[in-house]
């Protein structure tokens, strides 16, 4: 009997809240989250002079910067985008949606309307794009059913500065989409349905593939692999990739020229890697 009522009151207290939320937390934009919360102090915003840097490294390079960071799981590949050959830099905003359900969808309807925003993540998205912004969108992996955006939300995006969009799920308007330079969109599939989801979290931790994604992340993507990683590290990103693509392209010329035999020029030998040092430091 006492071990039954022991049961009863822990199930009574994990069904209740342990603290009153403030009511204003409701009517907050982003969403609150307690992760995000203990990692303020420590996040900063890249530049766009790290973002212009960024836009010309060999991905395999910054793969090893960072690698050297502990940064092992920060790389999706087999998304499709809408533009081939079109890099894609910017700072992450994050959206995370659920499979809809009629009191899911009631209640995200009331939440948007408390707090004077759209409840259609495709409208907000577009409105609340800024310069440089690229959108990580959490649906499961689903494509008919994780249907985010059409053309024209993603043209409502690009002209307040959004600079793409990194779909964990899909998209409509194929063909629109893709003739809409600047703006690639990375996604897992297309597909011609509409959006069924209930948008329920903005700008917090995310999953795309493999990777975790933190609203604030550097997001660099080509037609290889989507890459994210905190903004403070660009710096040692940018650093640490420079210099192996310097050492790659001189490698090349080496190559190139036929003067040494190609185990000692890949990689270099021991004097030939001393004379490429010398001849950094002059430079």
Known sequence: MMRSLILTTMAAGVLCAQVTPDAALSRNKDTWHPLVEMMKPKTVRATDAQLEKLKALPMEAMWGALRSKGYSNCCVTGLKTTRPGERLVGRVKTIRGLPGRPDLSEAARALAKAGGWSDRNNVRAAE??????VWVVDLGGMVADGIFFGDISALGAQVNGARGFVLWGGSRDKEELEQMAG??????GFDPGVNTSVTTDW?????????SVVPGDVVVADTEVVMFFPASIADHVIDHATRVMEKENYERDLVRQKKHRFRDVYPLNKELNEEYERKRKKQ
Do not use: I, K, T, Y
């Not at 703006?183 to 897992?188: Q, S």
């Not at 700008?203 to 990777?211: S, Y």
């Open 128 to 133: 609340e794009s800024e310069p440089g912004d």
């Open 183 to 188: 703006l690639p969109v990375f996604a897992v």
């Open 203 to 211: 700008n917090v931790p995310v999953r795309v593939g493999n990777v």
